[in-house]
């Protein structure tokens, strides 16, 4: 049997096929996609909104592609975005397994860890942080069952913008083993500093 490239399935096929064949692709795990607002005048939980619930490659490409990307969400070195419905200023994106809400205290979260990466007056944040998810739900990441989700944060101050990257993992069992090797399996440049916080002595606020 004769099997067709990608580009000839798009030929060949209408939208509505390829959304009912992406349908059929699942994903590793169930995901949810979160965004958080800066508003000092609330708790962490009250800034916190989930956007979409998603377990298959059609609703994955379906959020994302109707989401603005970091570039367009946070600031640009000039100007501060604002959410349209609240009037709020976005502070993050996750990217969460279904059963695990994304904050420190949260129980699948507060034995664990994260290892994070700021982006310094990066032009191409918006292909890093596509780049980090394609990874994550791909079904070659060994560590996946220890990964609780992935974040990420406008530090950005002044004219400066700055992004910070988050990965979150379940517990300390296999930290040096991914410390190891996720340089490799993420594309982190080797000379990057990657941070390390144990959630366990952090608290939301």
Request: net charge neutral; glycine share 2%; with cysteine.
């Amino acid at each position: 049997m004769e099997h067709k490239t990608t580009n000839e399935l798009q030929e060949t096929l209408t939208n509505s096929e390829l959304q009912e064949l992406g349908k059929q692709l699942k994903l590793n795990n169930k995901w949810s996609f979160y965004y958080h607002a800066k508003n000092n005048t609330k708790l962490y939980n009250d800034n916190t909104h989930k956007i979409y619930d998603i377990d298959n490659v059609a609703d994955f490409w379906g959020t994302y592609n109707n989401i603005p990307t970091p570039s367009k969400f946070f600031y640009d070195g000039i100007n501060y975005k604002k959410i349209k419905r609240t009037d709020e200023t976005p502070a993050s994106y996750s990217f969460f397994k279904d059963d695990i809400y994304p904050a420190w205290e949260e129980p699948l979260n507060v034995d664990g860890f994260e290892f994070s990466i700021k982006y310094y007056n990066v032009t191409n944040i918006d292909t890093i942080w596509l780049n980090y998810l394609l990874n994550i739900i791909n079904n070659n990441y060994e560590y996946i069952d220890y990964l609780n989700g992935i974040r990420i944060v406008d530090c950005s101050n002044y004219n400066k913008t700055i992004y910070r990257i988050e990965l979150w993992y379940l517990d300390l069992t296999y930290k040096n083993k991914i410390e190891k090797e996720l340089k490799s399996y993420f594309n982190i440049s080797y000379n990057t500093k990657i941070l390390y916080r144990e959630h366990k002595v952090l608290k939301e606020k």
